[in-house]
Structures are given as C-alpha cells and as structure tokens.
C-alpha cells in the first residue's frame, strides 16, 4: 500500500512558504515548498495536499489546474488548501477565478492565519486523502480479483470445450474403427467400398471440427472482419451430437448480413456459453431458435448493426437468479456450472460496445428464454479497466426484449 502523504507548500511571498513548511514539519507533517505553480502542478501526482497562496494563480495557470483536478484518478479528490488574502472581490482578483475554475476539494483560509488553524486543516485534509488511497487500493484490488476470474473462466472454457471436442470426435472414431474392422472381414470389394465410403465421411466430420476449432482459437486475440453466421455454425459443430441425444431441434433463421469487426475467439466462446446454456435448460429434448439479422440498439436508435437472437423452449431462469444473472459465480447447476459463463458474455459484448437482453418465462404453457445480443457495426474495442463504459454502454435488462 503506498500512502502518499506528503504536503506541497507553494507561497512566493516573502518567507511564507519556509514558515508555513517549518510549521508543519515541527507537527510531524512531510512537506516540502514548490517555487512555482509549474513545479508544484508537476508534482501533485503522488503527494497528499497541496498548501498555495491565492496570488500564485494567474489566469494563464488557473486552467491547467483546472484540468490537473478535473483528470484525476476517479477514486481521488485531491485537497486544495487556499490562503486567500483579505479584501473585496472585484472582477479581476484571484478569489474570483477560484470560483470560476472548479478546482473540486478546497478549503479557503484567509490571511492571516492563525498556525492551529492551518495545522489542523492540513491534518483534515490528510486525513480524508488517506481514505481516498484505502479506496484506490480497494478499487485495484477489485480488478486483480475480476482479472483472476476471467482468466480462470477462460480456463473453465478451454477445459469445456477439449471435452466437447473430444466427445465429438469419438463418435466418427469410433464408427471408422468398426468400419474398418468390417473392411477387414469383408469378402465383398463392393460392400468393402461402400464401407470405405462410409468411414471416408466420419472422417471429414472429425477433420471438421478440427479446422473449426483451430480456426477460431487463432482468432483470439485480435478483432478481424467475420460473418456471424460462421461464428454460430461453427459453435454448433460442436454440439452436434448433444443436439441430437437430447432431441433439441435447431432452427436457423439467417438473413444476409455484412460481416462485423469482431474479437471470433470472444464471440464464438459467448455462442458457444448460450448454447450450452440452453442445452441444459432443454434436458427434455425441444427447439433452439437461433436468429442472425441486422438490428439496430434499443436504446440508442442511431446506432446500427447486427442483431443475436437466440431462444430456447427450456424449463426458463429461476427467478432467483434472475436479477443477479449477469454477476460472476451466479449458477443453478451446483457441479457443472461455473456461474462465470454470462458474466464473461456481457464483458465480451461490452468490449465489442454492444448489449445483451433477455427474457425468460418458468410458466407451463410459455416456457423457455430468449437472449439478445446486439453488436455494432463498426465497434470501438473498450479496455477492460474502464468502469464507466460498463455503466453508459452496457445495458444488462432482465426486463423485455422487444
Ligand atoms: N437458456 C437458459 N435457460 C435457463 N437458465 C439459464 C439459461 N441461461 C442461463 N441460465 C441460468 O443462468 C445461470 C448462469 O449461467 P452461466 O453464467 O452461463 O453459468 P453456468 O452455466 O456455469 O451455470 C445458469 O446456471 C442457469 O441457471
Ligand atoms: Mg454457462
């Protein structure tokens, strides 16, 4: 923990600033006097108050500490501590400006001072800076922990879908084994031929998904122009056999759509999260519409792109989960489930500037949920770190899809 506590003391009048900095270094204080306005705004970054004569303000240096105070940390609301000088307020004196330029936490003192005073003013305003370093430590502490999270979710994934990957690659192995077993007892060159036929196309399924899954493990890293509909198709490759034992049926309904600048690794790993989502919800066998089309944002009509809808005739989200269903380690499935598969969905739709909606019913005759992403079409890629996108771009609704 780096708890900055030093005091910046700036007053070019006379022996002002030695007195100020000698005060306070007899009361145990860390300070040390700027000789300009320049110097000390140099220096703000990293101490814990700043102590300045009103007459070091000009107006060619009020706007830049305007600017210092306005692009601070958002867990930071550095002390200004003012010594004001007596008088009226004119238009042209210092007092003035400081009221024109919001310079966030001051405190004016007026001239003279008494040394308590300034002593126990600068300790008040330690004191609060102190809390704000707790909040900064805690903020970063937040996002190590978040980081963590997502690494090991991506872990969670990669191990989800070795398993899928090996499940479905059994199958095609297993008939070519048998296959060639019956070639290997077969008198017939025709039934021979017929079974070489057969294993040639288990084959391909498997060389498939192989290219699928290298295809797009390539493309983690880096945005690149892709079709979504091959995001979908290829995310589905993998759960071919699944659909089938559960006796889920796949309804596509893909209109003509551009293609969009997109992280595919991230996209494929959200489809492939919903769709296995599904699945589970559809132990009973049912329907999985998925729908590509262009869209535009709900809640921002102007923007354009494409729209992801994909819904599920499944048993529908408890409604304990419901409002909580976008947050990590929120999961039904008390083995299985990681509870971190939405959670990273929504980061992954937000770095891409979209949003994700859905909508789930439990009831009898109208069960099942339907997602809906919807991803721009010319997306700025937002870091991970800025919290205040989430909160402006994001819009995570447990409420209607339209
Ligand atoms: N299509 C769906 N139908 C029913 N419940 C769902 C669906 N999608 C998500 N859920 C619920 O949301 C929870 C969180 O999903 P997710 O974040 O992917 O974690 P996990 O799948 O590991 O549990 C699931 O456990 C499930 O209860
Ligand atoms: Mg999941």
New binding site residues.
């Given amino acids: 923990m780096d708890l900055d506590l030093h005091v910046l003391v700036v007053a070019p009048t006379g022996r002002d600033a030695t007195l100020i900095a000698d005060l306070l270094t007899k009361e145990g204080i860390d300070c040390s006097v700027c000789s300009s306005s320049k110097v000390a705004l140099d220096r703000v970054a990293g101490s814990g108050a700043l102590v300045i004569a009103e007459e070091v303000f000009t107006p060619s240096n009020i706007s830049a500490w305007g600017q210092k105070i306005a692009t601070q940390s958002s867990w930071s609301d550095y002390p200004l501590i003012v010594l004001t000088v007596a008088g009226a307020v004119d238009p042209n004196s210092q007092k003035k400006m400081l009221f024109r330029e919001p310079l966030g936490n001051v405190v004016l003192l007026e001239r003279p001072i008494r040394p308590e005073t300034l002593v126990s003013t600068v300790q008040a305003s330690l004191r609060s800076r102190r809390r704000q370093y707790l909040i900064r430590d805690h903020l970063a502490q937040r996002r190590l922990t978040e980081e963590a999270l997502l690494r090991s979710e991506k872990l969670a994934v990669v191990g989800r879908l070795a398993a899928s990957i090996a499940h479905e690659i059994n199958n095609p192995l297993e008939s070519v084994t048998n296959l060639l077993y019956l070639i290997g007892t077969s008198s017939n060159l025709d039934e021979a031929k017929i079974y070489a036929a057969t294993a040639t196309d288990e084959l391909a399924r498997v060389s498939e998904i192989a290219i699928h899954t290298l295809k797009f493990f390539r493309q983690l890293s880096k945005p690149t122009s892709v079709y979504l509909t091959e995001l979908v198709d290829s995310a589905l490759v993998l759960y071919q056999a699944r659909l089938v034992s559960a006796r889920v049926t796949v309804q596509k309904d893909f209109r003509a759509c551009p293609p969009i600048t997109a992280m595919a690794g991230e996209l494929r790993q959200v489809i492939v999260?919903m769709v296995?989502?599904?699945l589970?919800?559809m132990r009973g066998g049912g329907t999985l519409n998925i729908r590509i089309d262009r869209g535009r944002e709900y809640s921002n009509g102007s923007r354009t792109g494409l729209r992801l809808t994909i819904a599920?005739s499944?048993?529908?989200?408890?409604p304990e989960?419901k409002s909580r269903?976008f947050e990590p380690f929120?999961?039904?499935?008390a083995d299985t489930?990681?509870?971190?598969?939405?959670?990273v969905s929504s980061e992954i739709i937000r770095k891409h500037g979209g949003t994700i909606r859905f909508k789930?019913s439990s009831l009898l005759r109208a069960k099942g949920?339907v997602?809906s992403i919807f991803l721009p079409a010319e997306p700025q890629f937002h870091a991970h770190d800025s919290t205040a996108v989430t909160e402006q771009t994001t819009i995570l609704s447990k409420t209607a899809v339209h």
Avoid: R, Y
């Fill in positions: 999260n296995g989502n599904a589970d919800a599920d499944g048993s529908g989200i408890s989960i269903l929120v999961s039904s499935k489930g990681t509870g971190l598969g939405l959670w789930s949920t997602f």
